[in-house]
């Protein structure tokens, strides 16, 4: 049986498992319908078209993981932001561990998304809210149709998040290969403020497939900074669709660090609602062997006045590739709008493959908007430069790589972060240079 | 110190140097000085071993050792350092991160262990002072947004900190007012001594009026066909070239 079948046959059984008056009910049936009647995207469709999905489908996943699996924390302490305080909702495989996670319910919500979904008290907002903003694209639908975990965020009306909030999800491999599902849900109110780190992390060599949908809803004057880690092992895939709703005037910023994993399609689109929004949308992607990653962004201007910066940097080594398909749509209401779009890519080695397509729909005739993008290698020049002071040509070659990343890194408001994000990329990278940050 | 015998170069097979013969010996100052387009910037290059330029023929060594092999980092780490004509831009790299780097990394090519951070800092400071640099200065990115003279300052901090046996002087002189160039050319003079040697390339002979040469070598058309002392630039200044050319010529 290929995925799909096995899918939508399994629904039925997950169906009967979920309570009939989940408030989600009928949207879990719309979604399963949806998935069945489109399947899984193939190449022929233009957002897909330099990314196959065909080599990660052909494996038969456990859906629904046996059973509540433990991990020790010393084994994972890696991968928390240790050095500093934070909120945490952590999972394992699928399900939510009260043992590693710190949530709150004290003049916010920090919590889990299958109890916001079960419980009255958060009916009018789950009903505001849930899977209001998610597209309506196969893997969007059969996330919404599976889901049942994840994390829910609630920060109310000028409530400023004191510390980081990391949402992390392990697999642990006692499954042979594991379909994983979360679905997160965060609001974030009137001239409220909030940090957040998400992470998936396979802990087995074992074949992992996360299809992940987040929606995101920024209120007036909301101030959002998200991080998105994905440094998962060679086995694990990852695709991940984030929504962002941004009201007048709120700012908000998704960096992506895309630095491991075997395959990885990341779908971030905003829409801005009001005038003055923000968005910005940063990435640095680091790949070598034959990983894949794909960014496909899309931002939205539905209002005037507002602004969008993109800037993605992408380093790939060895036969890896890697796809920029951004887009930015002006419409005829957002005068006054400017958009920028960056992407700049060196390729390491011969093999190493990029397919970049910026798009721009733009309807308004009073805008400033801008892309650019360069595939390039090394610059020899500098590189010559470094070694005429006695740098050693891998390590120049780091630094440089670092140069290159930095307008990214730079901008990381969490310093433990930024720290933790270059001692990854100093590792990816292969060499140990003495720079701070 | 430094031997070149006959030396041929080109670049995507057209030859640039055309059978340079020059001797350079501690505690001398070398300028090589020539029009537009002779091969100055080239010969610069060619010793610092820069792989876009293939030596074709010739001998090159530094202390009776052939460096014609070696990788530029190779080189610098047996005392050749190149003062850029055009520095290169390293964000998020701070200038001390950077020197430290290429200290360090020239220490463990010769199996000693990294400089202490005491020790680096006293001469971090040591050598700023010496050309008047700012500490904050320090802490900036490398040669980003730096102006014009702040990058041959820099280059040649990096010369301090680095101690070469032999250092090029790429067009040094580009792009500075007379004051940046004064301090340029009293940080040098106050680096050189009797082991180790300058080789000056320059257009102009105003910097020769700050370092004074032992030597002045005019080179055109990829070969050195004039040699002579300090007063050969000031005739150059005054004349420009096309008398040796003619001079060539007869």
């Not at chain 1, 109890?115 to 789950?126: P, T, V």
């Not at chain 1, 006054?336 to 190493?352: G, R």
């Not at chain 2, 998020?92 to 290429?102: Q, Y």
């Not at chain 2, 006293?122 to 702040?150: P, Q, T, V, Y």
Request: aromatic share 8%.
């Amino acid at each position: 049986m290929n995925l799909k079948d096995k899918l939508v046959s399994s629904f039925l059984a997950f169906d009967d498992y979920l309570e009939d008056d989940s408030p989600i009910h009928d949207i879990r049936n719309k979604a399963i319908k949806n998935f069945e009647e489109n399947g899984f995207p193939t190449k022929k469709e233009e957002d897909w078209k330099y990314t196959s999905l065909k080599p990660i489908l052909n494996v038969d996943y456990s859906i629904f993981p046996k059973g509540e699996n433990t991990v020790e924390l010393k084994d994972v302490k890696q991968y928390f932001l240790h050095d500093i305080d934070t909120f945490k909702v952590v999972f394992i495989d699928g399900v939510y561990s009260s043992f590693l996670s710190e949530t709150t319910h004290d003049s916010m919500d920090i919590c889990l998304i299958s109890s916001a979904l079960k419980n009255d008290r958060y009916s009018a907002l789950i009903e505001t809210y849930y899977n209001k903003i998610a597209g309506e694209d196969s893997l969007t639908s059969l996330n919404t149709a599976f889901a049942k975990e994840g994390a829910y965020i609630h920060i109310p009306k000028n409530k400023e998040v004191e510390k980081p909030i990391e949402i992390i999800n392990f697999v642990t491999g006692k499954e042979e290969a594991l379909m994983a599902q979360p679905r997160n849900l965060i609001i974030v109110g009137e001239n409220a403020h909030v940090q957040i780190i998400e992470r998936h992390q396979s802990l087995t060599d074992n074949a992992v497939l996360t299809n992940s949908v987040t929606e995101i809803f920024a209120e007036k004057r909301a101030f959002i900074d998200y991080y998105k880690i994905q440094n998962n092992n060679s086995t694990a895939s990852l695709i991940d669709s984030t929504y962002i709703s941004q009201e007048r005037e709120s700012n908000c910023c998704v960096h992506t660090f895309s630095l491991g994993g075997k395959l990885t399609r990341n779908n971030l689109k905003f829409i801005q609602n009001g005038e003055h929004c923000d968005s910005t949308l940063k990435g640095i992607t680091i790949l070598k062997d034959k990983q894949h990653v794909d960014h496909n962004t899309l931002v939205q201007h539905v209002a005037p006045n507002c602004e969008s910066h993109q800037d993605y940097k992408g380093l790939y080594a060895d036969s890896s590739t890697g796809v920029f398909n951004g887009k930015v749509v002006v419409e005829k209401e957002a005068q006054k709008t400017n958009a920028f779009q960056q992407n700049n890519n060196i390729l390491i080695d011969d093999k190493a493959t990029v397919n970049a397509k910026p798009q721009l729909e733009i309807f308004a005739d009073d805008v400033k908007c801008s892309h650019g993008c360069t595939i390039g290698q090394f610059d020899e020049e500098a590189l010559f430069y470094l070694r005429s002071r006695g740098i050693a040509k891998n390590e120049a070659q780091a630094l440089l790589m670092y140069a290159f990343a930095n307008t990214v890194l730079e901008s990381v408001k969490i310093s433990a972060l930024k720290t933790r994000i270059n001692r990854i990329i100093a590792k990816k990278i292969g060499v140990n240079i003495g720079f701070n940050v | 110190m430094l031997h070149i015998k006959d030396l041929h170069a080109s670049v995507n097979e057209k030859d640039i140097l055309k059978g340079i013969n020059l001797e350079v010996h501690a505690g001398e100052v070398h300028a090589i000085m020539g029009p537009n387009g002779s091969g100055k910037s080239t010969l610069a290059s060619v010793i610092a071993g820069k792989d876009t330029f293939e030596m074709t023929k010739g001998e090159l060594t530094l202390n009776n050792e052939d460096i014609s092999e070696l990788d530029p980092e190779e080189r610098a780490h047996r005392g050749v350092f190149m003062s850029f004509q055009y520095p290169v831009e390293i964000p998020g790299v701070s200038v001390t991160n950077f020197i430290k780097t290429a200290i360090n990394e020239t220490r463990k090519a010769k199996g000693l262990k990294d400089m202490p951070a005491s020790e680096m800092l006293k001469l971090i400071k040591e050598k700023a002072d010496l050309l008047d640099i700012d500490r904050k200065f320090l802490s900036r990115s490398l040669n980003e947004g730096f102006s014009g003279g702040e990058k041959k300052r820099n280059e040649i901090f990096q010369m301090a900190m680095l101690d070469p046996k032999l250092a090029i002087l790429d067009e040094t002189d580009s792009g500075l007012d007379i004051d940046a160039l004064k301090i340029v050319a009293n940080g040098v003079n106050k680096l050189r001594n009797k082991d180790n040697a300058v080789v000056v390339i320059t257009h102009y002979q105003r910097l020769l009026d700050h370092i004074i040469p032992d030597f002045v070598h005019v080179l055109m058309n990829g070969k050195i066909v004039k040699t002579g002392t300090k007063e050969l630039a000031h005739e150059l200044e005054e004349k420009g070239y096309d008398w040796i050319k003619e001079e060539i010529n007869a």
